[in-house]
């Protein structure tokens, strides 16, 4: 499963739960996350060759309150920089045209979902829904890929990870009276099209391993974060190409093309007037095919940015 990817599709259908129909799920009791250490060195490059300073960091969309204070690294970047720019802009999905868009984006032309499922995917997903209160009647009128990151928000939920702790949150709620600016490389619509372009059998593929991997989700997770607060790129790259190695399709329109959609507008920013911090998913940081390698393909450098010895950052509200 790739994991990344459905937590940052997971994260965005939670900001935009009561539009996607997803009733709330209770939180399961569950071990306590590991103490965090600020002094960790976290996933921060500063990159070099620009005419300003500027910064590239990996993100978590989804975390848990115990998963703060940050690695100190993210602090550093953040009092060094005056624009930031996320992979959506923090209004996207309040915009009419947003709203408008994917209410087209999710309906159904005709039939319902079990129609578009084998009866061994469709009892699967009719067990997973008894099993966890989960009302059938919802899941009915999702495409097969919604209905897959459906499961991955229910159990998102269930294990205290929230949203609004992501980290695309935590320093979106600090920009107002900080004078900086913000900027998105793509919107709401334009990253849930993506799975929209996914083959039928491929959307259905996804809908049994989201099933299949639902109570390995909390041990999976919880290993890549503690690679992304170590700065452990090689770690995390080796669990996300073993995520996608039934995907190449996924992996090829998540991280690939995409990474490779972003670095004219990177360059332009690094050749521009204001230094910059750029917050995307850690797994487009690490690996062939980042953004790190493209950079440094395009003659920049990119240097790990070391763990400072200084205060926790603040712990998000």
Not at 89 to 100: G, N, V, W
Request: with cysteine; aromatic share 6%; glycine share 6%.
């Amino acid at each position: 499963m790739p994991l990344l990817s459905f937590l940052r599709a997971a994260a965005l259908l939670l900001c935009l739960g009561n539009f996607f129909g997803c009733s709330p799920s209770p939180v399961a009791a569950t071990k306590p996350a590991p103490p965090t250490d600020p002094t960790a060195p976290g996933m921060v490059w500063r990159v070099s060759g620009g005419k300003v300073p500027f910064f590239l960091a990996g993100s978590f969309h989804l975390l848990r309150p115990a998963d703060y204070p940050l690695p100190s690294p993210y602090e550093a970047a953040w009092r060094q920089t005056s624009h930031l720019v996320l992979e959506i802009a923090p209004d996207d999905s309040a915009r009419p045209e947003t709203q408008l868009g994917l209410k087209s984006l999710i309906a159904l032309p005709s039939g319902t979902l079990q129609d578009r499922l084998s009866p061994a995917t469709w009892q699967s997903l009719a067990t997973w829904a008894e099993r966890t209160q989960t009302p059938l009647a919802t899941l009915q009128s999702q495409p097969p890929w919604l209905a897959a990151l459906s499961i991955a928000v229910a159990r998102s939920r269930q294990l205290g990870f929230r949203s609004d702790q992501g980290l695309e949150t935590y320093f979106a709620a600090r920009l107002p009276n900080s004078g900086k600016t913000v900027e998105g490389l793509e919107t709401v619509l334009g990253q849930m099209t993506l799975f929209t372009q996914l083959p039928a059998p491929t959307q259905e593929a996804l809908l049994r391993q989201s099933l299949a991997e639902a109570d390995q989700l909390a041990e999976k997770t919880d290993r890549l974060i503690q690679a992304w607060r170590a700065g452990d790129a090689p770690s995390l790259h080796a669990a996300l190409a073993e995520s996608f190695q039934n995907f190449p399709e996924l992996q090829k329109l998540l991280l690939d093309d995409r990474n490779a959609a972003w670095i004219p507008r990177l360059e332009a920013l690094l050749q521009g007037d204001r230094p910059t911090l750029v917050l995307v998913g850690a797994g487009h940081l690490c690996g062939p095919g980042s953004l790190i390698e493209l950079l440094h393909a395009k003659g920049y450098r990119c240097e790990p940015l070391p763990a400072e010895a200084a205060l926790p950052s603040p712990k998000a509200a």
